[in-house]
């Protein structure tokens, strides 16, 4: 923690130190250590960092995974729309998620869409790799983000024939043409329950032209994570690194739409304010007027 955190120089280590020790007492066991270890990731102060007993790391990479499906569907005025949720789990989950995706990519682009929604608001978090993989086309080839850590280190995301690639290398999944050019309009929708990888979608939208985002702050958590394993198979999930736009600007806290618009997501019924914001932009822009 005090060499990869995030937030390592505003930690007061000696204290973070003793008061796990004390907490750690006479500990025999792995599992003797897990409070200390919680304390001490509390005490990093970045809201991101967690810890998952072994029993928890298992589930967490399992094959039995509850998640809200990728939706795509054509809209009024030729817009296409993507309801993007968070994914986690095993590779099979991370490759059906992104078949699922791409298919709905396609359904929302018949006929050729002139606009895009990319609706976050159910976003949550989880790998952000399958979710690029899916949007990239959208998004369009060229860089659209990094990773940028404690030493001011930046790893570079892209996308490259509509795939995603961390500083040039390819992330595992095979290139889908760009939709439109990958220059089409493109209306982000988030919410107060956009989080984590959710968050960095979003970052990877600002600053591409013909991009404006509606709806509410997100979660506050566009941060990296890093998994280190320990000995009995738990999981320290450690916050590393600040999610940055293609401008350079490094996120650490929530992020403001471009529009606000006030969403009860429960309540809301059959009218949607945010969406109905987002298309009436959309119908405004060159191609789609």
Sequence with gaps: MENKALHRDDVDWDEVRRTAFTEVGNAQRPVDTYQAIEIALGGLGDGHSDFYDPKEAKELSGDEQVRLPVEGRALAGRTGYLSLPGVQGSEAV?????????????????????????????????????????????????DVGSFVDADGKKTVWSIEKGSPRLDGDSTGWGT???????????????????GSSGEAVTVAFRGRPDTRSFGEDTAGVPTGNVGHRL??????????????????????????????????????GSKDPVLDAATEWLSEQPGCA
């Design 231 to 268: 000995s009995d198979g738990a999981i320290l999930n450690l916050t590393e690194m600040m999610d940055a736009d293609r401008t350079g600007r490094a996120y650490d806290s929530a992020i403001p739409p471009d529009q606000p618009v006030v969403d009860n997501l429960e309540r809301r």
């Design 176 to 194: 889908n043409p760009p939709v439109g050019g990958g220059s089409a309009p493109v209306a982000v929708l988030t919410s107060r329950a956009t």
């Design 94 to 142: 991370y490759q059906q998620y992104v078949r699922e995706g791409r298919s709905a990519v396609a359904k929302a682009d018949r006929p050729k869409a002139c606009g895009w929604v990319i609706d976050l608001r159910r976003n949550l978090g989880g790998n952000m790799w399958p979710m690029l993989a899916v949007v990239g086309p959208i998004l369009g080839d060229g």
